[in-house]
């Protein structure tokens, strides 16, 4: 499941930033510490992001194996990995000091929540229908729908190059679909592409609120993600094997991923997160194939294929826009 770094990653025009010197040392969420206070990051904001965030993906590469290694249905998947995720964010919000995380405003903390826990029931609901490859390729265009939902909604110009990534993306989805030629297949696919659009939209409503705490928003995500599968699961009777996969997912896995792309990413342009965000959807389906020997079939390779390099283009292109132009040699005075 795709972590959310903003949908600058997605090609839309950066506000304006008149913060000036090297981003402030951080804390758990990003805020700064008080005096005193040990620093969870040295003066080396770039380098020290790079190794955080690519440790938080490597670690949320393993998602997808750990769904199918629980061997349950996905409702009782997102019933005990949401209550997890609820119960161990929570222990890090309340040990990082709740004055110092921001709730408000509430109304898009519950509309946030809300939006993600039902991203949370889908992803289970797509790998348990669908190969693994299908599911985390499709998620990789959460950051373009939100280019598309922040043109709509909050009126921001996207980049040429993200429309042309965009048209791109569309062709490989339809490719990876045409390969599912069985229902329950397409249903696997058609519940991904719905989790990245309901991502697309968390990125949105983020993007307009960046002060709101994006642990609270995943800590309460997973509340409502466990509640909205209580009617339909079976959550008593679990075999020990699969309560213990659930409870390293839900209390170590997912919450351990969750907070340290928080932390790095404030302190990375989004199209390195980007770069970084795509190792999930390479290693993810490796993981399935050792365990279960899953190949991906051959339209998933190829529409797969399509998807990541024109979202490596894409960020690699947004990083060289990002960086600042050297001003021509002064000519000298004769």
């Known amino acids: 499941m ?19 010197g090297p ?38 590469s393993f998602d997808a194996l750990f769904v199918r290694m629980a061997q349950t249905s996905a409702f009782n998947v997102v019933f005990w990995r949401g209550l997890f995720i609820f119960v161990a964010l929570a222990a890090v919000l309340v040990s990082s000091g709740l004055r110092r995380v921001n709730f408000r405003p509430y109304a898009t903390l ?57 048209v791109i993306l569309m062709l490989g989805i339809a490719t990876i679909f045409s390969g599912s030629v069985s229902t329950d297949g397409r249903f696997g696919d058609a519940m991904a592409l719905t989790a990245a659009i309901t991502f697309g939209v968390n990125m949105t409503l983020l993007r307009a609120r960046p002060e ?13 993600a466990c509640l909205l599968c209580l009617p339909l699961a079976e959550p008593g009777g679990l075999p020990a094997a699969s309560m213990g996969v659930l409870a390293l997912s839900g209390l ?7 907070v340290l792309v928080s932390i790095g990413t404030r302190f990375l342009p989004a199209p ?40 490596l283009v894409h ?4 990083l060289r826009a990002q960086r600042p132009r050297r001003e021509p040699p002064a000519a000298p005075r004769g």
């Open 2 to 20: 795709p972590a959310s770094p903003g949908t600058r990653s997605a090609g839309i025009m950066p506000r304006p930033n008149h913060h000036r």
């Open 23 to 60: 981003p402030p040392i951080a804390t758990i969420d990003g805020e700064p510490p008080d005096q005193g206070q040990t620093p969870l990051l040295p003066n080396n904001p770039h380098a020290r992001g790079l190794a955080i965030v690519a440790a938080g993906v490597f670690i949320l």
């Open 110 to 166: 519950a509309t946030c929540a809300g939006v993600s826990g039902v991203g949370q029931v889908l992803f289970p609901l797509s790998v348990t229908h669908t190969e693994t490859a299908n599911t985390v390729v499709i998620l990789t265009a959460a950051p373009f729908f939100a280019a598309l939902f922040s043109r709509w909604f909050l009126k921001e110009r996207i980049a040429p190059r993200t429309w042309i990534a965009i």
């Open 212 to 224: 709101l705490s994006r642990i609270a928003v995943t800590c309460c995500s997973g509340l409502v």
């Open 252 to 258: 170590v896995q997912m919450p351990a991923a969750m």
């Open 272 to 311: 390195e997160v980007s770069l970084l965000l795509l190792v999930e959807a390479l290693l993810a389906p490796v993981w399935v194939y050792l365990v279960f020997t899953e190949v991906p079939s051959t339209a998933t390779v190829f529409g797969g294929t399509m998807i990541l390099v024109t979202l």
């Open 315 to 318: 960020s690699w292109l947004g």
